[in-house]
């Protein structure tokens, strides 16, 4: 099978864990036989280029509509020129790779222009869903109010492109039940969206010597971004509790993750007390590994509904203890008592509580630990992850041979007006290389 990947991030230009599944997916499949090449942003290099990586063709040639350096802002003039340069775009790689399936990876910031395209080519596609960000590409529902009206108006008209076109939708799959009912909830039509959990090389994270043991003083671990709704003021909250009651030295905090100024500086202030806290920064994918393995917990702190947790697999794969909020889609792996310790979201109070716990409770670690490698080892490896993903593309491409597939149309000169190319070109600024 001939596959183009068109995706939003692809290393080493990445934000976290999704992109580098990404990556392994596309190497794994190439690995089984398969003809793979990769379409994403030209974010993180200087220029747009084709390069090869892996021996996979890489081709950085589609636009973010806003820079992930930056929060994002609503622009509609911004939104609409990407929108129509990215379908071109994907459309020109369609044409030039002549794929049998278009894999649609995350389209966050990359506008609905991919999807149209792949829509627009005739040919088979699928969509993997690892976040809810499809549902900020539906076109806006009525609204009373003059300006819910007039966006409205635009969605349909013409802003119509930068929309998703919902009767032509590729066939999806989504990383878990609770991220299926949000998008459901949010108007999208995956109620029929097949559930594919992912996973993890287990080679990649052995599990340590002794499963389940501590260093004096305690080392607690959180991996990902900083940013508010990751909660990590909560585990620094907790910290300081936990602290108070095991008196100074006892705890040390390892932060593995880079986010927004200001949330830093709050962390930075809440860090002030009884353990010390350690703010790496960004941290390449080769190094997270040996963070599990060299520390004694492994705590995620999640204020908002999971998609999923490949953190949590990698943690527990290597022997560490979660302790974990199960808000979305850990809660379908994570069992209290059993494979982790679990507490509410925004509730310092019971996670320092089970910290003590565990600070004293070798039996408890010991059995947490090794829950945790057998459920990772049955349920969660990327084995059985890219097995049932390979089903389901070999599905999607039989499920339309059936179907007259045109190639696709010739592409329209591009028109250079006001909203063209060439200004959303201008526009977008390359962002430097993150670490």
Known sequence: MRLLLVGNLYPPHFLGGYEILCRNVALELRARGHEVEVLTSDWGVGRPRSEEEDRIPVHRRLHLEEDFHRPFRMDRRRRRAVARFNRRETLRWIQRTKPDLVFLWSQLRLTAGPLRAAADSGLPAAWSLNDPHAAGL??????????????????????????????????????????????????????????????????????KTKPGSIHMPLRVLYTGQLHPWKGVHTLLEAVRLAGARLGPGALEVTLAGAGEEAYLRRLERLAEGPARVRFLGRVAPDRVSALYREHDLFVFPSTWREPFGLTHLEAMASGTPVLSTTGGGPGEFLVDGENALTFPAESPVPLASALLQLHRDADTRVELARNARRLVEERFTLERYLDELEDFLHETLHHATSQDHRDPAPLRPARLGRDGDRRARDRQAPAPARA
């Open 138 to 207: 539906l076109a806006a529902p009525p609204r009373p109010q003059p300006r819910g009206l007039l966006r409205f108006l635009a969605d349909r008209t013409w802003d119509r492109s930068a929309a998703l076109p919902p009767s032509r939708l590729p066939r999806c799959t989504v990383i878990s039940a609770s991220l299926r009912d949000e998008l459901v909830s949010a108007g999208l039509p995956f109620g029929k969206a097949r559930v594919i959990y992912q996973g993890i090389p287990l080679e990649q994270f052995p599990l």
